[in-house]
């Protein structure tokens, strides 16, 4: 069954740079079948879609957060990256990585809690 | 970008009644719109993809409807579990997705 977990810093300070890792079991992500997405969920703005990566490496971002956003994978440890830099407390949220089935999310992980403070 | 609304934001229903929410879009998505389940502390759950196709292990009870610009969910007998926040997604201006901000059904 496919799995997926969210890891990295629950803190993070404003202006620095957030990075979290999602690692997959269960299945691979080097399947040219799906892609890989990270969404994020304030109480403000609900659920928010930051980016999405294939197993070729084509990254697509959303427009609102493209010129913080990077993503990548490492097929090898079988996990996919986000970094977002330059961070204020807006940015504070729960991460969540996920699979999309092209164009929906059918397997989400538990999300991680990120805050941003000082 | 396709702005996603739903209505209401909360739906008050006793267990064993019929749920309608509803999703709109700012402009045609057809038939590109997924709904999602989440209940507190969890991720959101795939319930509906192509408007209408429930995913798999999802009860029949969950239904989707609509085309172009209107949507509903529909949750004909409502069970316990079943209270939670409901959200749509569209997925026509691909790559690039947007939520509707969700409705909480409640008892």
């Known amino acids: 069954q496919l799995q997926l977990q969210e890891s990295g810093p629950g803190l993070v300070k404003p202006s620095e740079t957030l990075s979290l890792t999602c690692t997959v079991s269960?299945?691979?992500?080097?399947?040219?079948?799906?892609?890989w997405g990270w969404i994020r969920q304030t109480p403000g703005k609900g659920l928010e879609w930051i980016g999405s990566?294939?197993?070729?490496?084509?990254?697509y971002y959303s427009p609102s957060l493209k010129s913080r956003v990077t993503m990548s994978m490492d097929t090898s440890k079988n996990h996919f990256s986000l970094k977002l830099n330059s961070v204020t407390a807006a940015d504070t949220a729960v991460f969540y990585c996920?699979?999309?089935?092209?164009?929906?999310?059918?397997?989400w992980g538990q999300g991680t809690l990120v805050t941003v403070s000082s | 970008e396709i702005v996603m609304t739903q209505s209401p934001a909360t739906l008050s229903v006793s267990p064993g009644e019929r749920a309608t929410l509803s999703c709109r879009a700012s402009q045609s998505v057809s038939n590109n719109l997924a709904w999602y389940q989440q209940t507190p502390g969890q991720a959101p759950r795939l319930l509906i993809y192509?408007?209408?196709t429930r995913a798999p292990g999802i009860p029949a009870r969950f239904s989707g409807g609509g085309s172009g610009t209107e949507f509903t969910l529909t949750i004909s007998s409502l069970q316990s579990e079943d209270f939670a926040v409901y959200y749509c997604?569209?997925?026509?201006?691909?790559?690039?997705?947007?939520f509707g901000p969700g409705t909480k059904v409640d008892v």
């Open positions: 192509g408007a209408s």
């Open positions: 997604q569209q997925y026509n201006n691909w790559p690039l997705f947007t």
């Open positions: 269960g299945g691979s992500i080097n399947s040219g079948t799906y892609y």
């Open positions: 990566i294939y197993y070729t490496g084509r990254t």
């Open positions: 996920a699979r999309l089935a092209t164009n929906y999310f059918d397997s």
